[in-house]
């Protein structure tokens, strides 16, 4: 377990959340839109280049409805085009842009074919003999890329009833040369309900893959997330983003911080265990909150004490001076949480802090079976010593003096008094420690600094 707030206030549900799956379908569905834009942009540009060179510039002089009628047509799909690759954004706005697509698509068309069949040229054969008539099957196929078999189905439908249209317009002004038979017909037929069918199965599929990623990501992020409930949110990144998870680790400077409630075992004696669940977690909730603002990784909870680490898993450059603007801020949040407790007639709490900053391997440590990303070392062990030398020396926080150097490395001007040097059990030769400086003013104001780097290292 890594944030007890966490627990209280679980991440909502995301599998099978439809706004996000929702928001996935537009993304999906907009870049459909563009790709049909960009083929638009292009057969009309060509068109109109081709319109110009050929006889369009003077039939559009001299007044001729069928260059009207055909350079109104593309110069729409043209427009309609560029503002789509433009300015059509994901929203509201995307679907009735697909359904207008389908509409202004119908229209181009049937203005093409009306420049072809209605004022036909001596050799026109008739719409199912002309190569123009292979763009109808285009569009019959194009509006599944906009991953909505409604859409796609308007479209066909549409499309069908321009060449409908065009049927009447060829065989009510040039019924003698209109001398279709009925293997014309089928083939005109079966090519369409093919487009239409492709276009349609492109719509379904495609929205299905769309919609089968949309819900892969959201149970990896719902993974993540619950894997953050019991290890911190940056090792579960690392470990969800490693191809492979090795025992062992390497050596990085860290700062390593633990907390340790005083007499809160005696506290607690006859108390509910509900009572003492909810107090503990709003105790450890405030502690988490100040460590991870500061850029920290609680490695673990052992009853009511923290083992923080900063400097993993990617080192820091101010990790010790993280970790000592935390214990200022940890000191600070302990007296706020005091002041509700005496509110509710909640007696105070108290804390010692131990900080130490040294080499030490930071890594997977286990077996094949089961994994822990921790720390071990003798920073690790010096740190908690420091925590226990709080009671002797009468202090709430203890800080080696490697963490001081350190930590005044980055900020000469830290607030730190000495209390001399000690010696340490398990340690060789006595330690300088210090304390942080309650006669000056900068730990609660350093704090802020710390929260701007943490965000900036994450």
Request: charged share 20%; glycine share 8%; hydrophobic share 50%.
């Amino acid at each position: 377990m890594n944030d007890p707030s966490a627990l209280r206030h679980p991440p909502a549900p995301l599998s099978g959340s439809v706004p996000v799956l929702e928001e996935f379908l537009d993304n999906a569905s907009l870049r459909g839109e563009q790709t049909v834009a960009l083929a638009r942009f292009i057969f009309a540009s060509l068109g109109l280049v081709r319109t110009l060179l050929f006889g369009g510039w003077e039939g559009l002089v001299s007044g001729s409805p069928k260059y009207f009628t055909l350079t109104g047509g593309l110069l729409l799909g043209l427009a309609w085009a560029a503002w789509v690759l433009v300015f059509l954004r994901p929203g509201r706005k995307l679907r009735r842009a697909l359904a207008a697509s389908v509409v202004i698509d119908a229209v181009v068309l049937l203005a093409v074919g009306l420049s072809i069949a209605a004022w036909p040229s001596p050799t026109y054969p008739g719409l199912l003999r002309i190569t123009e008539s292979g763009l109808f099957l285009l569009a019959m196929a194009s509006p599944g890329l906009r991953l909505s078999p409604r859409v796609a189905a308007s479209g066909a439908l549409l499309v069908a009833l321009v060449q409908v249209v065009l049927f009447v317009v060829d065989f009510h002004l040039i019924p003698e040369r209109i001398t279709y038979g009925p293997s014309e017909f089928l083939m005109w037929f079966a090519l369409n309900l093919g487009s239409f069918a492709f276009g349609w199965a492109i719509a379904a599929n495609a929205r299905r893959l769309v919609f089968k990623g949309a819900e892969a990501a959201l149970s990896a992020e719902r993974a993540r997330q619950r894997l953050g409930l019991y290890v911190s949110e940056e090792v579960a990144r690392e470990a969800l983003e490693s191809d492979v998870l090795e025992i062992g680790g390497g050596g990085l400077r860290v700062a390593v911080l633990f907390s340790d409630l005083r007499d809160f075992t005696r506290y607690c004696e006859g108390m509910p265990p509900e009572q003492l669940v909810a107090e503990l977690n709003e105790y450890l909730d405030t502690m988490v909150r100040m460590v991870r603002d500061h850029g920290g990784v609680v490695d673990k909870f052992i009853g009511d004490a923290i083992m923080a680490v900063f400097g993993i898993p990617n080192e820091h450059q101010d990790s010790a001076q993280r970790a000592i603007d935390c214990a200022a801020a940890m000191q600070k949040a302990l007296a706020e949480l005091n002041e509700r407790r005496a509110a509710r007639g909640r007696p105070a709490l108290r804390h010692g802090i131990g900080v130490h900053f040294g080499e030490a391997v930071a890594g997977n440590i286990g077996n094949s079976e089961r994994l822990q990303y921790t720390v071990v070392g003798s920073v690790v062990n010096l740190a908690s010593r420091l925590e226990t030398a709080t009671k002797t020396l009468r202090v709430p926080v203890v800080v080696s003096a490697a963490t001081a150097a350190s930590a005044r490395a980055n900020d000469p001007s830290l607030a730190l008094r000495s209390l001399g040097h000690i010696e340490v059990r398990g340690h060789e030769g006595p330690v300088e420690v210090f304390t942080l400086d309650q006669s000056a003013k900068s730990p609660p104001g350093a704090a802020p600094q710390a929260l701007s780097r943490a965000s900036s290292a994450r």
